[in-house]
């Protein structure tokens, strides 16, 4: 029943609810995987709805590798017009080096669209290094550099298609605390790189709380600019999502 509820997430709700806790090699070994949603609607004097939705699937060898699959989605209207349309899907993988068990090396692929940025598609694909830091006390901390290449086609003919080299750095930390709770943080700072005034910079910042059995309570603000958007598009974005997340 939990690989339909996946299966279900995944397919029928198209592909956004990204997680942000970084992920290490050897804390959930073997197959593992999550659901999480949420969803707000009004009648009467207002007319609104909003759903957010998103899964994980993703599989830990316990020894030098893990990979994993991401998609979401988010989508609301008001009084019948649209306010936000977007989608998200991402694979990742991280293997770890037998000499040096805190340098990992990772590939990723990444599609996502937003209709109200002018995205029709925005592919992604690179690499790089992620150095890691644990401590017992302060949590887990994880410095990534590297690099990726970058499609951008947007939904106006104003703004011409993009194809772009950029760099890729970001800081990622987690702390758990209680039964399974925990707060995790992530920076992405992505510049051009033959324009570094041209750049994308992010920061999510996610508590999740146990609630009851394999359920959890998620609480997630994010905060994201882009020096050089599309035509008319504001450069910051600010988003705050609530919503229930199943594990298995």
């Known amino acids: 029943m939990r690989y339909l509820l996946l299966l279900f997430a995944l397919f029928n709700f198209a592909f956004a609810v990204v997680s942000i806790a970084p992920v290490e090699i050897g804390k959930t070994p073997g197959t593992s995987g999550q659901v999480n949603g949420s969803f707000s609607t009004q009648r009467g004097n207002t ?6 939705g998103g899964a994980k699937l993703q599989y830990d060898d316990n020894a030098t590798y893990v990979t994993w699959a991401e998609a979401s989605f988010n989508y609301a209207e008001s009084s019948g017009i649209k306010s936000a349309s977007d989608t998200f899907l991402h694979l990742r993988y991280i293997h770890t080096y037998d000499s040096i068990k805190n340098v990992n090396w990772e590939a990723f692929v990444q599609s996502q669209t937003n209709q109200f940025t002018n995205v029709n598609e925005r592919f992604i694909t690179g690499g790089g290094y992620r150095f890691n830091v644990k ?3 302060l949590g887990k901390f994880y410095l990534g550099a590297g690099a990726f290449y970058e499609h951008i086609d947007y939904s106006t003919s104003i703004d ?6 950029r760099g890729n750095f970001y800081l990622a930390y987690k702390k758990d605390f209680g039964k399974d709770s925990s707060i995790s943080y992530t920076g992405y700072y992505q510049p051009k790189l033959n324009d570094i005034h041209d750049y994308l910079l992010s920061h999510a910042l996610e508590l999740q709380v ?4 394999k359920l959890y309570l998620s609480l997630k603000v994010s905060y994201a600019t ?5 035509v008319s598009i504001k450069q910051t974005d600010f988003s705050q999502v609530t919503s229930l997340v199943y594990k298995f």
């Open 47 to 52: 007319d609104a709805d909003a759903y957010s």
């Open 135 to 137: 401590d017992d006390d």
């Open 160 to 165: 011409p298609k993009e194809n772009n080299i």
């Open 210 to 213: 146990y609630v009851y059995l």
């Open 226 to 230: 882009d020096t050089n958007p599309a």
